[in-house]
T-cell receptor
Framework: NAGVTQTPKFQVLKTGQSMTLQCAQD?????MYWYRQDPGMGLRLIYY???????DKGEVPNGYNVSRLNKREFSLRLESAAPSQTSVYFC???????????FGDGTRLSIL | SQQGEEDPQALSIQEGENATMNCSYK?????LQWYRQNSGRGLVHLIL?????REKHSGRLRVTLDTSKKSSSLLITASRAADTASYFC????????????FGKGTRLSVIA
């Protein structure tokens, strides 16, 4: 039982490049989330999907887009990467929005 | 905006001692959750306490909730070196289907 799987684990981009972070869960959860974690800032919610077919902005959505491809998969896209987006990105899922979340092990993204 | 704030930011104790971390929040909640994050890994859910509960136990963990003071505490008894991690509280906003908001965490170091 893999839980939440994120790919890639590490990535280095140049400013202006685009990329998509992938996330898949195998727990049949309704809700999925994307966070970024920066030193001293805790976890900040970028976007979430309360159920298949819906997405909503979180605390820091600027510069990102998301797609809830199906119930299992929720991707995060950086259209034009900026150095300020250097961070560790976590995907999580839960049965409902305020229920315990299961996290992937993160994608470490550096933008030069 | 931060809903939960942990205190202290960092805590260093000897193996065998008890560790207490506190979380304060601002708005009414349905539940409050505690998570642990080992270095380089995703967060792991530890325990959930509902707004109508005052205390909950899980192994060496004891969580209390005081809704009148909008605060919670996490006690780890007889700490071990393996308990070294960051601990986060997370709250919903009491409004139903809203995502959790995480605090900035307490970094616990248990010295053998």
């Amino acid at each position: 039982n893999a839980g939440v799987t994120q790919t890639p684990k590490f990535q280095v981009l140049k400013t202006g490049q685009s990329m998509t972070l992938q996330c898949a869960q195998d727990m049949n959860h309704n809700s999925m989330y994307w966070y970024r974690q920066d030193p001293g800032m805790g976890l900040r919610l970028i976007y979430y999907s309360a159920s298949e077919g819906t997405t909503d902005k979180g605390e820091v959505p600027n510069g990102y887009n998301v797609s809830r491809l199906n119930k299992r998969e929720f991707s995060l896209r950086l259209e034009s990467a900026a150095p300020s987006q250097t961070s560790v990105y976590f995907c999580a899922s839960s049965e409902q929005n305020n229920q315990p979340q299961h996290f992937g092990d993160g994608t470490r993204l550096s933008i030069l | 905006s931060q809903q939960g704030e942990e205190d202290p930011q960092a805590l260093s104790i000897q193996e065998g001692e008890n560790a207490t971390m506190n979380c304060s929040y601002k708005t009414s909640i349905n539940n409050l959750q505690w998570y642990r994050q080992n270095s380089g890994r995703g967060l792991v859910h530890l325990i959930l306490i509902r707004s109508n509960e005052r205390e909950k136990h899980s192994g060496r963990l004891r969580v209390t909730l005081d809704t009148s003071k909008k605060s919670s505490s996490l006690l780890i008894t007889a700490s071990r070196a393996a308990d070294t991690a960051s601990y986060f509280c997370a709250t919903d906003r009491g409004g139903g289907n809203t995502p959790l908001v995480f605090g900035k965490g307490t970094r616990l170091s248990v010295i053998a």
